[in-house]
């Protein structure tokens, strides 16, 4: 089993920056992708970012060149959101899954207003 606990969720102005963590209960970089999704009132949960074990990344075309994922080496990590727009409000959901195994984060909801 892999707890995962978000923080870093609250209210920004468009243009504006904010950081969201993620800690997993143990070590699950080695054979985990771990990521974030997002799901937006009356919408289906999408990709925002995720990174394999060996650091690959994939990435929604709406977030490219605004949203960055990184980690450290054990259990750890983030999203650096960069110029957020009203579009981007939502629950954001962090997330680490391998070929048997999908564990979710508890959620924590953006909202960008003007």
């Known amino acids: 089993q892999v707890q995962l606990v978000e923080s870093g969720g609250g209210l920004v102005q468009p243009g504006g920056s904010l950081k969201l963590s993620c800690a997993a209960s143990?070590?699950?970089?080695?054979?985990?992708?771990v990521g974030w999704y997002r799901q937006a009132p009356g919408k289906e949960r999408e990709m925002v970012e995720i990174?394999?074990?060996?650091?690959?990344l994939r990435y929604a075309d709406s977030v490219k060149g605004r949203f960055t994922i990184s980690r450290d080496t054990t259990k750890n990590f983030w999203l650096q959101m960069n110029n957020l727009q009203p579009d981007d409000t939502a629950v954001y959901y962090c997330n680490a899954r391998n070929g048997t195994q999908n564990y979710w984060g508890q959620g924590t909801q953006i909202t960008v207003f003007s």
């Open positions: 990174i394999g074990p060996g650091a690959t």
């Open positions: 143990r070590i699950i970089f080695n054979n985990y992708f």
